[in-house]
């Protein structure tokens, strides 16, 4: 066994005996810090991501059908002059008939895959880097710090949430987990599934020795999470 392999078994054995965190006696259904807890209400994962997320200067969204989130992602557009995305293939966007709802509106969907050769790739990133917007899927999100989890693979490019200044992410509620350690629970093959796993929380930030913070500088400036059922 590698030593990587043996590290990840390490971890993954350890994680069941995290101790819980006690609750605020106020609000029983509150949580802190590292947690399992399958019984919290969604409402209060909800609430929880939203809040951290806004603090981290992100927005969070709700909508219930493909059309609710087609108009929030036209008013996004429509902000920033747009009218093209840059998107994960259609068969890891939910709702599944999203993409196309978002064709039928006019909305132009640009995938992020790449060519081989190296000419061609040149050409295509010279045009994806014009697309002010980029559109996602999300394979999970921790409420206590606000941040989601992309997995990339075929059909989920890193470029769609790294290359335009405008990150849109589709997040179902059932993918909120309380913590890092029980998004890790509920998903073994997290760190092997795919090319890249990345938690991203909030736009991009950037510090420099002056203790100056630029936001945008390594990834988008702005993120968006279109919460849906």
Do not use: C
Not at 73 to 79: A, E, G, P, Y
Not at 80 to 86: C, E, M, P, R, S
Not at 170 to 189: G, V
């Amino acid at each position: 066994m590698s030593q990587r392999a043996a590290f990840l078994n390490r971890l993954r054995s350890r994680l069941p005996q995290a101790k819980l965190p006690e609750a605020d006696p106020n609000h029983p259904s509150s949580f802190r810090g590292y947690t399992f807890a399958a019984d919290i209400p969604p409402a209060d994962l909800v609430d929880r991501f939203t809040q951290e997320l806004n603090a981290l200067a992100g927005q969070v969204y709700s909508a219930k059908t493909s059309q609710e989130v087609t108009k929030i992602i036209r008013q996004i557009l429509n902000k920033h002059g747009a009218k093209q995305l840059i998107s994960w293939g259609s068969d890891w966007l939910e709702p599944r008939q999203l993409v196309a709802t978002l064709t039928a509106a006019g909305i132009e969907i640009v995938d992020s895959e790449l060519p081989v050769i190296a000419a061609d790739r040149k050409v295509k990133l010279t045009a994806l880097d014009k697309i002010k917007v980029g559109l996602t899927g999300a394979h999970g999100a921790l409420a206590d710090t606000g941040a989601i989890a992309l997995i990339s693979g075929p059909g989920r490019g890193r470029l769609a949430s790294l290359l335009p200044p405008v990150h849109i992410a589709i997040l179902p509620q059932q993918k909120l987990y309380p913590s890092l350690p029980a998004f890790l629970a509920a998903h073994h093959e997290a760190t092997t599934a795919g090319s890249n796993l990345v938690f991203i929380a909030g736009p991009s930030r950037t510090g420099d020795i002056e203790m100056t913070l630029t936001m945008g500088v390594h990834g988008p400036g702005e993120l968006y999470v279109i919460l849906t059922p």
